[in-house]
């Protein structure tokens, strides 16, 4: 029961990322080709509120899961390391034709086959856990 604000939360984002069709390969593909502003506009709505409510919730302290404040250091400015992410996170996104967030929800609607992309991230974000020392950070 401790758990189930969460749970919510997620039906709730798998629900509105279904019916926004923000999941759709042929949405995604359009994004990629610049042949429709649907997708840019779902993710210019979903930044401007993310930025919208990390203000909120840093002016009244906002607790995380853990009971950690969210208020943290800014890391450094770099270049090279938004380059290099940024291509590895647009490589595998045009690849799967799904980014990270809906993974879970394509799997829900019955696309199976995310079960290999869902694989593929953990794994990555796995491996970035043993190498982040010897990263440019």
């Not at 995604?28 to 649907?38: G, K, L, P, T």
């Not at 974000?125 to 020392?133: A, E, I, N, P, R």
Request: aromatic share 14%; proline share 4%.
């Amino acid at each position: 029961m401790k758990f189930s604000k969460y749970l919510l939360i997620g039906i709730l984002f798998g629900v509105v990322m279904t019916k926004s069709e923000a999941i759709s390969w042929y949405r995604i593909q359009e994004m990629f080709r610049f042949q429709s502003f649907h997708m840019y506009g779902i993710i210019g709505t979903a930044v401007s509120i993310g930025i919208v409510m990390m203000a909120w919730m840093k002016r009244i302290d906002f607790k995380s899961i853990t009971g950690a404040s969210i208020k943290q250091k800014i890391a450094e400015p770099g270049v090279l390391r938004y380059l290099l992410g940024g291509t590895v996170f647009g490589l595998g996104w045009a690849l799967s034709g799904a980014c990270p967030g809906p993974l879970y929800v394509l799997l829900g609607a019955n696309f199976p086959v995310f079960i290999i992309v869902i694989i593929g991230a953990v794994l990555g974000t796995f491996t970035y856990g043993v190498f982040k020392d010897k990263l440019p950070h």
